[in-house]
Nanobody, 119 residues
């Protein structure tokens, strides 16, 4: 079992920056792939960025060059650094931990943190 707690959301002006954090507890953090997803009102949840247990990353096209995902296994924390924020980045951002074994998919979610980009 993994518990995830996001923090760092808030209101920011267009062009501004925010850093989201997701603190994990309850299991061996380093073996999980971690991801940030977001869901805007009336839209489906979408993948923003992901990082594997080995440190490989991938990003949604809409955030490439603006967002950076990273992890600190010593602190059991994954981060999402967001630059050049746009109004369309407004959403609830969710942290995800995922591990697939031969028999089981382990899939955990945080409660979400609101990011609002507005002047």
């Amino acid at each position: 079992q993994v518990q995830l707690v996001e923090s760092g959301g808030g209101l920011v002006q267009p062009g501004g920056s925010l850093r989201l954090s997701c603190a994990a507890s309850g299991s061996i953090f380093s073996i999980y792939a971690m991801g940030w997803y977001r869901q805007a009102p009336g839209k489906q949840r979408e993948l923003v960025a992901a990082i594997t247990s080995g440190g490989s990353t991938n990003y949604a096209d809409s955030v490439k060059g603006r967002f950076t995902i990273s992890r600190d296994n010593a602190k059991n924390t994954v981060y999402l650094q967001m630059y050049s924020l746009k109004p369309e980045d407004t959403a609830v951002y969710y942290c995800n931990a995922r591990r697939l074994t031969i028999a089981t998919l382990y899939d955990y979610w945080g409660q979400g943190t609101q990011v609002t980009v507005s002047s």
